[in-house]
């Protein structure tokens, strides 16, 4: 497996890097199994949204990864961030996971503009303007 920072600019903040497989010799976070897990039983809740961005960033914290000097969080099945329940700011969710660290996200998906349509949704988008991306297909 070549190292993550062949995928990356070191120097750079705000590294992603977006791939439609896992990339070997990657530790991944399933999101969408530890987000669910996490939220059982608060789907009425009037606060879900304050307990699933919570959740998620405990969940991306606990799941923080080093290779060649190179912090890194690393998930997959993204599916649930996109639940409109949830209220999650994906932008800012990308923007801030991948500050001190780069975000791998393996996921299908599209784009154009700086606009990521998960699995080529355009109702399902992030806005990725100001981040470093590199897609790996």
Request: with cysteine.
């Given at each position: ?9 070191p ?7 977006l ?18 897990s ?12 304050s ?6 960033n ?80």
């Open positions: 497996m070549p190292s993550i920072t062949s995928y990356i600019n120097n750079a903040r705000h590294n992603v890097i791939s439609p497989h896992e990339i070997d010799g990657v530790h991944y976070v399933d999101v969408g199994r530890d987000l669910s996490a939220l059982q039983g608060k789907a009425h809740n009037p606060n879900l949204p307990f699933a961005e919570n959740a998620i405990k969940i991306i914290s606990g799941n923080i990864q080093t290779d060649s000097d190179v912090r890194y969080v690393a998930i997959k099945n993204i599916g649930i961030l996109f639940e409109p329940q949830l209220a999650l700011n994906l932008s800012m969710f990308f923007r801030s996971n991948s500050q001190n660290q780069t975000l791998i996200v393996c996921a299908e998906g599209t784009i154009n503009n700086n606009q990521f349509a998960f699995c080529g949704n355009e109702d399902f988008t992030v806005d990725l303007s100001d981040l470093n991306i590199q897609r790996i297909n």
